[in-house]
């Protein structure tokens, strides 16, 4: 998808000229601008430039407002409709609401306390362990034995540094990022994957949850660009059909009516050799666009296997303890594995 290759082409281009990229950010960090003015008794709002990381805030803070919003407006539909109301519309359009959700962010502003407690970051920052370790090593943060370090080169597919929305960012700014603020450990294995960080659960919750959502921007499912934060969770391999794993390799972040899609249609997914999710049909066919390739996958096929009755299995034999009449047994075809 475009978003897709946008974000590819904006990270090709950072890490290939990093000193270039970061003239950029420093120049739209040193011309930020805001006004705000008032015509005819109309308001008229402002803003340009700011960094990459004040800019990622302001659109998630404006985001969270804009649905707050659209929360009260469903609240005040329901207390005035009953159980009628999806049968009516909402008391304002989408525009109004993101003026009033803007004009809340102004209001906030002056009527916190002055004691308040800034909330927790809305930014994650993304960074593999070479370019961190590098540029920390670059401004005197730690030091590093250049004897003990490998002669090998690095990958450039495998260094990263932006933000969660795809947004990249200097090293030096996310060393600030460091300084200022917290660091979040997350593992990644060579398929962009995120590896597992808890026990086995039911349901993706917490850190389990954000995890999994790190790594993507949106909905997995192709062409929806529901963003990554407003997902679900779902699993890769069911937990009710395959005993799918509740851990961020098995995550797959889906909007809520493709996360009913798929268990209603009865997919699950599996990942290419890339990281990216596909979603397979239960007779084993791939959905994918018109003409596009089969994907390489990341983890080699099963052996071929079938499933036969308890009573195919024993040939009709009565046993001594026999189990369920419905049980079946899962023949695995090893030679070919």
């Known amino acids: 998808e475009y978003a897709d290759l946008k974000i590819a082409v904006d990270h090709f281009v950072a890490m290939a000229d990093p000193d270039g990229s970061f003239d950029d950010q420093q120049f739209h960090e040193e011309q930020r601008t805001a006004s705000v003015t008032v015509t005819n008794g109309a308001v008229s709002v402002h803003a340009w430039g700011g960094g990459p990381i004040a800019a990622t805030e302001m659109k998630a803070i404006f985001e969270r407002a804009v649905d707050a919003e659209f929360q009260r407006d469903c609240d005040t539909r329901r207390e ?150 407003l997902c679900d969770v779902d699993h890769v391999d069911e937990w009710s059909r395959h005993g799918g794993r509740t851990d961020q390799g098995n995550g797959y972040p889906a909007c809520d009516t493709h996360d009913r899609w798929k268990h209603q249609q009865q997919l699950r997914g599996r990942r290419d050799v890339h990281g990216r999710l596909h979603l397979i049909k239960p007779d084993g066919t791939v959905i994918k666009p018109l003409n596009a390739r089969n994907p390489v996958w990341a983890d080699p096929d099963p052996p071929p296997s079938r499933t036969i009755s308890w009573r195919e299995w024993t040939g009709g034999r009565p046993l001594r303890a026999a189990p369920h009449p419905d049980a079946t047994v899962t023949l695995v075809d090893l030679q070919s594995a």
């Open 80 to 229: 005035m409709h009953g159980d009628d109301h999806l049968a009516h519309p909402l008391p304002r359009t989408a525009a109004q609401r993101t003026f009033d959700a803007l004009h809340q962010i102004f209001l906030g502003s002056v009527t916190a306390p002055a004691d308040g407690r800034r909330p927790e970051p809305v930014v994650n920052i993304v960074i593999d362990p070479t370019t961190a370790i590098e540029a920390l090593a670059r401004h005197g943060l730690i030091d590093i034995d250049h004897e003990a370090q490998p002669d090998a080169p690095v990958d450039p597919t495998t260094l990263r540094c932006h933000t969660s929305t795809g947004t990249p960012i200097h090293p030096d700014v996310a060393v600030k990022a460091m300084i200022r603020g917290s660091i979040r450990r997350v593992i990644v294995d060579a398929n962009d994957v995120i590896i597992n960080m808890g026990r086995t659960r039911r349901l993706f919750t917490g850190k389990a949850r954000q995890a999994a959502q790190l790594l993507v921007t949106r909905c997995a499912h192709r062409g929806c660009d529901v963003p990554a934060e």
